[in-house]
Every structure is written in C-alpha cells, then in structure tokens.
C-alpha cells in the first residue's frame, strides 16, 4: 500500500472516479460527504456521513488523511480554510474563492485579456435596465450555479418578473449564438509541468451536457489559443491538480471563455478510455505529489451523459468491445440526474 490517503470532500460520480484512479495508484481514499447516499461511498476506503460544518467530524476526517481535494466547487469557502489550516487543500481554497464566484472569475478572466461574453454584475432591476444593451441575455446566480441551476433567459426587459427581488446577486451575460462549444482539461502538477488534454467538443441541452468528443472539429488557431489560455489562467492560479475550462465559439471565431471548473470535469470523462492516464488519475497524481507520466492518446472518443431513467436501458444492453458503460449507482433517478455515461472509441 502507498502511504499517502488522499481526503475527498463529496461523493457524486466525480468522487467515484477519483476513488478508482486512486486505487489504481494505491492512494488510499477516505470521503466525506454530506449526502449519505453518495455513490463514492462504494468506491472509497472509507466514507464519511456528516454536514460540512460538523467539526468533530471533519476533525475525524482530517486525522486520516495526507491531503485533501473536492469534487465540486460549492463548498463554503471558509470550510475549505479550515481544513487548509490542518492538510493541505488541492486546489488552494483561494482558487475556489474566485471562482465559485461568477463575478470575481470573469473579472479574472478579462484582467488577462481573455474573452469572456460581455457581462455585467446585477444585483436590481434598475441594474439590469441599465444594461439593457446585453438582452438577449442570461441572468446567472452569481454563486451557486451548476448545470444550468439558477438561470434565467431574459429576451427583453419585459422578462423581468415584478416579484424578484434581487436577494441574491447575479451576473448578467449577452447571449451568444453558439457556433460551437469546447473545453480544455490540463493538470498542472506543484513543480509546475503540466499536461494539456486535447480540446474536446461539447453539445449540451437544456444546459447540460449531453455528448462529448475528441477530436474536436475546430481550427489550428482555436485549439492552440484554447490550449494556452488555459495555460495562462492554471499558471496565474498557481494551479495544482486538474482544472477544465469551458469555451464558447461564436458565428465569427471568437474564442471566449465561459467558466472554470476547477476539478475534474464531466467533459473529460472519456479521458478514461481515450489516454493511458486519465484526467481523474492525472488529478489524484497531482494533488498527492507523484510523478507526472508521459500521457499518450490511445484513440478517438465520444461520451455521451445518461440522464435520468434513461439509465434503465443502458442497465440490460450489452456492449461492443469499443463501448464502454458507466453507472453511477444512484440510488435515486431523477429527471435530467446524470446518472451515468456511455465512452464510444472511435478510429
Ligand atoms: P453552469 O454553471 O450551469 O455549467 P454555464 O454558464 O456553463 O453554467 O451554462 C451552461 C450552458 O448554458 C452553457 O454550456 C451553454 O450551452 C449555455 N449558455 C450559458 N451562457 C450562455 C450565453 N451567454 N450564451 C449562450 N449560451 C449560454
Ligand atoms: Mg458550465
């Protein structure tokens, strides 16, 4: 058994496949979740039920572990500083800081010259008349925000409902008509070498994403200026671990950067059959200081995300030897839940 345990803070289909690359590595894993149906829990070394502010519990947690990282970027900052204050957090908890925050990221963003949608942050009706020349628009929660939650489509100021009442705060974006959206997965490891995956194209509907593939059908300058904004921005956070960047590309070839996640990425799951080191093992190699290996692409690939009881097919279909399927073992369907993929190599 390697000596390093590796502390995962919550137990979705991210924290599964983590807890399998780490298996793979020997990294032992220990999970903390505040959801006691997490599917990580059939994955991890040991899992632990507990709200995130329960601090015997984190203090149990913290005691067996080396490092810590999270699956997603919804937790409150100041937990993850804490935490940070007894292991190390991977990604640093400052880097979450900005962007979990619509506002603070694409502020970021910009102040290296990097495209974004044109945007304002809102936090009244008078705000969003005063920007009146960004509708069509989108008004997104300024925090908080995952596959689509906590958007709002404005066509024109007559979208605006009389009984909002701005309690949180929002960014508004200018629609942008989508030629095509793409990501760029990179880890970048402490002695700052990183690995950047090629661009992957991306379709989502109804704001999630739906299908992925490599390679992504896109000009030598998008796939080189994807790749090094991407860079750019994992070099500026001083960046340890695997972080996705979410592209747009407009009707005139415009590049601009949607958001960061700043973890694995649903995107780069087919990252698991396409490459000998998968974006799952390359993050756990990061966060726990192993050796970055030379990553080699092993064929085309497409992946696409099963929602809700659509899982119920995939669980009795056979599969050719080129398929492969993913169940996430929810144990609750719900409608649009992801509740597993299928990868598809391609020649
Ligand atoms: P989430 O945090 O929910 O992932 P995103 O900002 O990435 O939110 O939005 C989800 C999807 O909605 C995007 O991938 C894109 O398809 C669509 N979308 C979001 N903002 C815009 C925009 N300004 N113009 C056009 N489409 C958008
Ligand atoms: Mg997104």
């Given at each position: 058994m390697s000596a390093i345990t590796l502390g995962i803070i919550g137990s979705g289909q991210l924290g599964s496949l983590l807890c399998q690359a780490a298996r793979k590595l020997k990294v032992k894993t220990i999970v903390i979740s505040d959801d006691n149906q997490g599917p990580a829990q059939n994955y991890a070394d040991q899992f632990i039920f507990s709200k995130y502010d329960n601090k015997n519990k984190i203090k149990e947690f913290l005691d067996k572990v080396d490092v810590v990282t999270y699956e997603f970027e919804n937790i409150p900052v100041e937990t993850l500083k804490q935490i940070n204050k007894e292991k190390k957090v991977l990604p640093k908890p400052n880097i979450n800081e900005i962007i979990q925050n619509r506002k603070l990221e694409k502020t970021f963003v910009n102040d290296l010259g990097i495209k974004t949608t044109e945007w304002a942050f809102i936090n009244s009706a008078e705000d969003v008349k005063k920007n009146e020349k960004l509708l069509p628009g989108i008004l997104k929660t300024n925090t908080l925000g995952y596959d689509g939650h906590g958007q709002f489509i404005l066509?024109?100021?007559?979208?605006?409902?009389?009984?909002?009442?701005?309690?949180a705060d929002y960014i508004l974006e200018k629609k942008v008509n989508l030629k095509k959206e793409i990501s760029v997965v990179i880890s970048r490891f402490s002695n700052g070498e990183t690995y950047i995956y090629e661009p992957i194209e991306n379709v989502h509907k109804d704001q999630i994403l739906k299908h992925s593939k490599i390679p992504?059908?896109?000009?030598d300058k998008i796939y080189k200026e994807a790749q090094s904004n991407a860079k750019m921005i994992a070099e500026k956070l001083g960046y340890i671990g695997v972080m996705c960047v979410e592209y747009f590309i407009d009707q005139n070839d415009n590049l601009l950067t949607n958001e960061i996640a700043p973890r694995v990425h649903?995107?780069?799951?087919?990252t698991i059959n396409a490459?000998?080191?998968?974006q799952f093992e390359n993050h756990v190699r990061a966060v726990c200081d192993l050796k970055m290996e030379p990553v080699k692409k092993i064929s085309n690939a497409e992946m696409d995300n099963i929602l809700g009881n659509e899982i119920e097919k995939f669980q009795n279909k056979s599969f050719k030897d080129n398929e492969f399927f993913f169940d996430y073992k929810k144990k609750e369907i719900k409608d649009k839940r992801k509740m597993g993929h299928l990868t598809i190599l391609k020649s």
């Open positions: 066509n024109s100021l007559s979208d605006l409902k009389k009984d909002w009442c701005f309690t992504a059908d896109i000009s649903n995107s780069g799951h087919l490459f000998n080191i998968s």
